[in-house]
């Protein structure tokens, strides 16, 4: 097996010298599973499937209204399976779609007052152990895990969207 300058396999990623990247990413996964936890709970809770509690997110996070087009991105699926989507968060309340401009044949995605309440209702509890667990860092410290984390997603986002 092929090594590099430090003597790490060829196919290993490269570390930072005395970060336990090992334990980073389980810390990471054991995150997002425990978030998916409280995603999928509430789908169950709404009659939903875990993909429109993404397509959700999606489309509450956006900085301009979304189009099916731009979620069928996003969330990699296909345009079956965003109408699919859209039908199903349409009737249960979630989000409504619109015909806004000049050109009817765009469609975007708004995410409903109604719902917004209900999911930050059923996410509460989450943003009250954020809020726990921020206490224990100085404020610089949260930037720059801010920083990280959003760096990681642009890197992971990076990732899905090659060809």
Same mark, same amino acid.
Request: overall charge neutral; glycine content about 6%.
């Given at each position: 097996?092929?090594?590099?300058?430090?003597?790490?396999?060829?196919?290993?990623?490269?570390?930072?010298?005395?970060?336990?990247?090992?334990?980073?990413?389980?810390?990471?996964?054991?995150?997002?599973?425990?978030?998916?936890?409280?995603?999928?709970?509430?789908?169950?809770?709404?009659?939903?499937?875990?993909?429109?509690?993404? #397509?959700? &997110?999606?489309?509450?996070?956006?900085?301009? =209204? @979304?189009?099916?087009?731009?979620? *069928?991105?996003?969330? $990699?699926? +296909?345009?079956?399976?965003?109408?699919?989507?859209?039908?199903?968060?349409?009737?249960?309340?979630?989000?409504?779609?619109?015909?806004?401009?000049?050109?009817?044949?765009?469609?975007?995605?708004?995410?409903?007052?109604? #719902?917004? &309440?209900?999911?930050?209702?059923?996410?509460? =509890? @989450?943003?009250?152990?954020?809020? *726990?667990?921020?206490? $224990?860092? +100085?404020?610089?410290?949260?930037?720059?895990?801010?920083?990280?984390?959003?760096?990681?997603?642009?890197?992971?986002?990076?990732?899905?969207?090659?060809?």
């Amino acid at each position: 097996m092929a090594t590099t300058r430090n003597e790490q396999p060829a196919d290993t990623p490269p570390q930072v010298q005395g970060f336990d990247l090992p334990a980073f990413a389980v810390q990471l996964r054991r995150l997002t599973g425990e978030i998916n936890r409280f995603a999928h709970e509430f789908a169950s809770d709404q009659g939903l499937h875990a993909t429109d509690v993404q #397509a959700l &997110a999606a489309i509450m996070d956006a900085e301009s =209204p @979304l189009t099916p087009g731009r979620l *069928r991105e996003h969330l $990699g699926l +296909t345009s079956g399976a965003v109408t699919a989507c859209l039908d199903r968060l349409e009737r249960a309340g979630h989000i409504r779609r619109a015909r806004e401009s000049s050109d009817r044949r765009v469609v975007h995605l708004h995410f409903l007052p109604d #719902a917004r &309440a209900t999911a930050r209702a059923h996410f509460l =509890p @989450l943003a009250r152990a954020t809020a *726990r667990a921020q206490e $224990g860092f +100085t404020p610089e410290e949260l930037r720059i895990a801010l920083r990280f984390v959003g760096a990681m997603g642009d890197e992971l986002e990076r990732l899905n969207r090659r060809p």
